[in-house]
């Protein structure tokens, strides 16, 4: 099972989870194969070229999928031709956090703030072609 992402993380944590289980369940052992970088997109790649024999099983995000072949023109591998699905695992939902003591309460304070003074809000992101990376236009 090719994870696309370093160990460690959600993404590889639900690898490791649904490996077992395939494991417990097929009689053969699934070994996790950390597939790191780009997003997620060096990982997906590696799926994409595996052999169509079926032993080889990636497990993809909405980042890698959906977002990556949006803003990359070359990417070396094609969802719709090169990837099959076979069962959605998980859905995570995006959540916008601040401290308690933060003067935003809502998401309507943090854009009144970004608007009145640009680029003074900052936040975490897991990198260019994530699930987060529109949010970057969102700023300010």
Not at 11 to 25: G, M, Q
Not at 78 to 104: E, F, G, K, M, N
Request: proline residues 7%.
């Amino acid at each position: 099972m090719i994870t696309p992402f370093p160990p460690g993380g959600g993404t590889d944590y639900l690898a490791r989870t649904v490996a077992n289980k395939l494991t417990e369940f097929s009689k053969w052992t699934v070994v996790v194969d950390n597939r790191a970088g780009a997003g997620g997109t060096i990982g997906i790649a590696e799926a994409a070229k595996a052999s169509a024999l079926g032993y080889d099983v990636v497990m993809g995000q909405l980042d890698n999928l959906a977002v990556a072949p949006l803003l990359y023109k070359n990417l070396p591998y094609d969802v719709q031709r090169d990837l099959q699905p076979v069962a959605l695992v998980a859905d995570s939902p995006i959540i916008l956090l601040t401290a308690s003591s933060s003067p935003y309460q809502s998401l309507a304070d943090v854009v009144a703030a970004a608007k009145a003074v640009p680029d003074s809000i900052t936040f975490a992101t897991a990198g260019s072609g994530t699930v987060s990376h529109p949010l970057r236009s969102c700023s300010g």
